[in-house]
């Protein structure tokens, strides 16, 4: 099991920037996928952006482009990078351990989870 723990959420204008980061505290990601999710209010958590341990990501639709998910193994830290950011990138974003090496977009396929870090764009 690994604890996460995430920081960088904030209140943010549209068209800033932002980065949230997610910190292992325990043990390390190991060959993991490791993945960014997001839930807004009245909604259920959805996948944002996952990274293997080569380095392959893949993104959801509505952040390609704009979002940037990396991972630094000796900081035991995987970032999530948000550039023009828009009012419905409001959410809280959890990033999330796989069960296995592979990317998936499914909550159930992550074994560990961060409490989340609050992202707001106001318009």
């Known amino acids: 099991q690994v604890q996460l723990v995430e920081s960088g959420g904030g209140l943010v204008q549209t068209g800033d920037s932002l980065r949230v980061d997610c910190a292992a505290s325990t043990n390390t990601f190991g060959l993991s996928a490791v993945a960014w999710f997001r839930q807004a209010p009245g909604t259920e958590r959805e996948f944002v952006a996952g990274?293997?341990?080569?380095?392959?990501?893949e993104y959801a639709t509505s952040v390609k482009g704009r979002f940037t998910i990396a991972r630094d193994n000796a900081k035991k830290t995987v970032y999530l990078q948000m550039n023009g950011l828009k009012p419905e990138d409001t959410a809280v974003y959890y990033c999330?351990?796989?069960?296995?090496?592979?990317?998936?977009?499914?909550?159930?396929?992550?074994?560990?989870w961060g409490q989340g870090t609050r992202v707001t764009v106001s318009s």
């Open positions: 999330a351990r796989a069960r296995g090496e592979s990317i998936r977009s499914t909550v159930g396929e992550y074994v560990d």
């Open positions: 990274l293997r341990w080569t380095g392959f990501a």
